[in-house]
């Protein structure tokens, strides 16, 4: 039994919270903490979700002013990985945090046939740990830096560290210590450009409102109706029955980028019709993981408070042109034209990709009048089949030139991957998708493109000429590089 133990600070994991304590007890080992606040050494550190809350509360002083519903609400991951959830499952996780086995609290959530991988290291901020050794007299593991899709700190908008100490330890009963665990070697997430800083901006600030906010707990099938429902309205669906998975599939994929979606474990493969953009527009018949809603949401442009403050609904596949109003039809009539008269000698398929959902609607709703007001077809030109080997040459020349720009550029570097070239050249979906079926071009990437560790390298070359002062020592030109 412990004589005290430390009060949570606001927003720290509990993980933290028992670090903290085993410090300030000065035990030799970590299973000298369990037996103190567990009577048990076969207990495992939670980072995320711990278990055995109650056990704990027992075994520490009385005077405390937290409770094991004040810890799970406010100091672990429990809100995110339930507020997709049945209200049963997470009633049945909060039961399991609080006194039961949290050996079952992971495959409790549902996610075992998923293929995201679990990333359990340990993140900081730099400007974190020195605000919070102002404040508190010592840096602490953040909450919000721990949960999974997060790589830029909520608060100052910057990188987050990883400890690469809590990716070594191999000891699943040891409470690292944030202020014993910062090391030189630790790294930030590489590679990342305006584009996805402005994706993370808009998923932590759903984060905030999940980690907030009181949400209801909704059916297991809810999500999917919503998402139905939100596709039908951009245009990549007619139905529950009708979707047009390969319009979603590229869309999606355009939207966030390969390089994006890898960051975060959730790539798909354009030709797996289990993908799990697919089937989260699917019946579910399992849970998913909240970055995979979040990416949706966001994607769909759906506000999660209207999300959660939503009924049940249900998308029928009855839903006909009866419904739809002249008021309706006016509206798409005026943009369709409006496209038309902005593009008078462009064809249907260039002038359709410009508001694929106004194209959509008026070819389900007003298809009589999207064919009379639309360019006649032109047999030749639509006939005429691609040249791969000239598209391939002119391809080739535009990708050299974005990779000698890329290389040259006097800016703080940029990775040369696939998709950095590609949004240089305005081609990304070309070359996501019909890379095959340029040789040339694809050979000349395979040999341009770096590695980490060549950016890395690249990087450390550009600070030593561009940014230190002369003399400075080597773990200080690896930090401005942000390999450290």
Request: proline fraction near 2%; hydrophobic fraction near 30%.
């Amino acid at each position: 039994m412990a004589t005290f133990f430390p009060t949570p600070y606001e927003g720290e994991t509990f993980y933290s919270t028992i670090s903290r304590y085993h410090i300030y007890s000065a035990n030799l080992n970590s299973k000298d903490t369990l037996r103190d606040l567990f009577n048990t050494t076969s207990v495992t550190a939670g980072r995320e979700l711990p278990a055995n809350i109650d056990l704990l509360l027992k075994n520490i002083p009385n005077n405390h002013s937290f409770t094991t519903n004040d810890i799970i609400f406010n100091n672990t991951l429990y809100k995110y990985y339930t507020c997709f959830l049945t209200k049963e499952k997470a009633d049945y996780i909060y039961n399991l945090m609080a006194n039961g086995n949290g050996s079952l609290i992971f495959a409790s959530l549902g996610m075992c046939g998923n293929k995201m991988k679990n990333d359990f290291s340990l993140k900081y901020c730099p400007e974190c740990v020195k605000s919070d050794r102002s404040v508190f007299g010592e840096a602490f593991w953040h909450l919000n830096h721990q949960i999974p899709g997060i790589f830029i700190c909520p608060n100052h908008m910057c990188k987050l560290y990883i400890c690469k100490k809590s990716t070594e330890v191999k000891n699943r009963q040891e409470y690292l210590n944030l202020e014993f665990s910062i090391g030189n070697n630790d790294e930030s997430i590489v590679g990342f450009n305006n584009m996805m800083i402005e994706h993370q901006e808009r998923f932590i600030m759903n984060l905030n409102k999940i980690m907030n906010e009181k949400y209801q707990f909704k059916e297991m099938n809810f999500f999917r109706e919503y998402y139905l429902k939100s596709l039908i309205e951009k245009g990549m669906a007619e139905s529950r029955v009708k979707i047009y998975q390969q319009d979603l599939l590229r869309d999606f994929k355009g939207y966030y980028s390969e390089d994006y979606l890898s960051l975060l474990g959730c790539s798909f493969d354009l030709n797996d019709k289990y993908n799990w953009v697919t089937t989260i527009t699917r019946k579910h018949r399992k849970s998913f993981h909240p970055i995979q809603h979040l990416l949706m949401i966001e994607y769909l442009n759906i506000d999660i408070d209207e999300l959660f403050d939503s009924e049940y609904m249900e998308v029928r596949k009855d839903n006909k042109r009866s419904d739809k109003n002249d008021e309706e039809k006016k509206i798409f009539r005026e943009k369709w034209l409006e496209l038309r008269k902005k593009y008078p000698n462009k064809n249907i398929s260039f002038v359709r990709k410009l508001d694929f959902s106004t194209y959509r609607w008026l070819n389900k709703y007003d298809r009589k009048w999207l064919t009379d007001n639309s360019p006649k077809k032109n047999g030749c030109m639509n006939s005429k089949r691609i040249d791969w080997q000239k598209r391939d040459e002119e391809i080739l020349s535009k990708v050299r030139k974005a990779v000698k720009s890329i290389y040259n550029s006097k800016e703080k570097p940029e990775r040369v991957t696939v998709g950095a070239v590609g949004r240089k050249i305005g081609k990304i979906y070309l070359l996501q998708k019909s890379l095959d079926k340029m040789p040339m071009t694809k050979e000349y990437l395979q040999k341009k493109c770096e590695s980490v560790k060549q950016f890395q390298d690249r990087r450390v070359k550009w600070v030593r000429e561009n940014v230190t002062i002369n003399g400075e020592s080597e773990w200080i030109v690896m930090r401005k590089a942000g390999i450290r």
